[in-house]
């Protein structure tokens, strides 16, 4: 994107304003995990670098448990604008006991907009170590429920929430859908 994704504005509010702003309304804690500290010193929240650097998103999922106060943590990427509150709660409403509660859309499973326990933590640090780096890569060795799309659809009928911005044609599409609707 040839800048921070994160800071990438949309309807006039940056994407992690939007994101911070949301899960201050849900969640007594925001964990924010970025090797650009200085970059968020404007958001009352625990700001962490990775503690085992160049793992990527693996990395810093590991992090934000690592340092969360609470079992269960929401975790997702810092390029997700349209996150809907509804849907977060209801796959909230859907933890009994797993250690990863996961959506499942047509298009796969989406590791970055998914709950996790601390129980993911020995999985998470022991595939790092193995060089793999995919989320997705731990679940084998823990208890993960997935949540169907067709079960959740009415809270997010286009699929905003998964939506993320990783290229200039991909967030012009995205502004192009919005005006729209």
């Not at 964990?31 to 625990?46: A, H, P, R």
């Not at 859907?94 to 859309?105: A, M, S």
């Not at 799309?149 to 990783?166: A, G, Q």
Request: net charge negative; charged share 25%.
């Amino acid at each position: 994107m040839g800048e921070n994704k994160a800071f990438i504005e949309l309807e006039g509010v940056p994407i992690v304003r939007r994101i911070y702003t949301l899960f201050r309304e849900l969640f007594q804690e925001v964990v924010i995990v970025t090797n650009q500290q200085e970059l968020f010193k404007n958001f009352d929240s625990k700001i962490y670098s990775d503690l085992i650097p160049n793992q990527g998103a693996l990395g810093g999922l590991y992090t934000g448990l690592f340092f969360s106060t609470f079992q269960y943590s929401f975790c997702v990427a810092c390029d997700m604008p349209f996150i809907r509150k509804a849907l977060v709660q209801y796959i909230i409403n859907h933890i009994e006991g797993e250690d990863v509660i996961v959506p499942r859309t047509e298009d796969g499973l989406q590791p970055l907009h998914a709950i996790y326990s601390k129980n993911c933590l020995d999985p998470i640090k022991k595939i790092m170590e193995q060089g793999k780096y995919k989320i997705i890569d731990f679940y084998n060795w823990v208890n993960v429920k997935i949540v169907e799309e067709k079960d959740f659809t009415v809270l997010d009928p286009l699929r905003e929430s998964f939506i993320n911005v990783n290229t200039p044609e991909e967030l012009h599409s995205i502004i192009k859908l919005r005006t729209l609707h």
